[in-house]
């Protein structure tokens, strides 16, 4: 009879006396935004910061005329952190029998939470006040078409970034975002962006570093007009910041009672243990319009 997830009789959890210690698998990926952003730390409640959005303005004065009064302008800014979490649980067997496998789940759990953070960061969809999303910046295709090459569409996106008051410095691909910069030729066929044909490494497009993450994929939807899919990203990332209240804890227990959907899980009672990965976050940028997103095909169907 089938037990409760995780356990021994959990599809695909191979049985046998003996796990490598290598345990194959897709590579974790580290939160994008988090490696790009600066970080500071917050308290619980979460801050406010002074922002400056208005510089004097000097001018050109003849001989014994007045000198122009003109001042800075100010505005504020609310940060406010929200918790992130996941619960897994395991039966006592499956700790005990597949403890390789197990160990390797638990050293996964806090990717979990940097996928979720680079998700809801480039959706439309914040966790509450006080906490800044990018899924409403501007779109910029990376497929060529009407005399567009996609070197053009970088002059496009590095534009689109001053005109918001920023200035480009990094690029991030997903996979598909790599794919599509990789395919960009010159008029002799040679790589635009790659040292060469058998190099997988892009230095930088525009003066601005590239780095690759597979978390800024965000799927297109199908439909008329349809959705592209979001492979990547560019912006000044020295106007963002990531808050941090503490950093990802990861907690153990065996007498807690889970509640998962319609499903209630009393640990003690079915011999099991959960696994408890959180940390408390926070995401701001400057102003929206110093990022721009990057889009590829739109789903046929």
């Known amino acids: 009879m089938a ?74 800014k609310t ?18 029998d597949k403890r390789a496998l197990y160990d390797e789940l638990v050293r996964r759990l806090p990717a979990a939470i940097a996928a979720k953070f680079d998700a809801t960061i480039l959706s439309t969809t914040a966790p509450g006040t006080g906490f800044d ?36 410095d990094v690029i991030g691909l997903a996979p598909a975002g790599k794919t599509k910069v990789q395919a960009a030729v010159d008029q002799t066929g040679r790589p635009l962006f790659t040292p060469g044909v058998d190099s997988a490494a892009i230095g930088n497009i525009l003066g601005a570093g590239v780095d690759f993450n597979k978390h800024l994929y965000v799927a297109g939807t199908a439909g008329s007009p349809g959705t592209p899919a979001i492979v990547g990203i560019a912006g000044d990332f020295s106007d963002a910041i990531y808050g941090v209240v503490e950093d990802i804890t990861v907690e153990f227990s065996r007498e807690a009672t889970l509640v998962n959907g319609n499903t209630t899980i009393n640990l003690w009672q079915n011999n099991m243990l959960a696994v408890k990965a959180e940390c408390t976050l926070a995401f701001a940028v400057k102003s929206t319009a110093e990022f721009v997103l990057l889009t590829g095909d739109t789903p046929s169907a």
């Open 133 to 168: 999303v990018l899924g409403s910046a501007t779109k910029v295709s990376l497929i060529p078409g009407q005399n567009k090459t996609v070197y053009d569409q970088f002059l496009a996106v590095d534009a689109a970034i001053a005109a918001g008051g920023g200035m480009m």
């Open 3 to 76: 037990g409760i997830d995780i356990n021994r009789t959990t599809t695909n959890v191979i049985n046998d006396p003996e796990i490598s210690q290598e345990i194959w698998g897709a590579a974790l990926e580290e939160s994008f935004f988090m490696s790009h952003a600066r970080r500071i730390t917050l308290p619980g409640e979460g801050v406010k910061i002074q922002t400056i959005t208005g510089e004097p303005t000097a001018n050109w004065v003849a001989e014994t005329n007045a000198k122009p009064v003109s001042t800075h302008t100010f505005g504020t």
């Open 79 to 96: 940060i406010t952190p929200y918790k992130l979490a996941v619960i897994e649980p395991f039966s006592d067997e499956f700790v005990r």
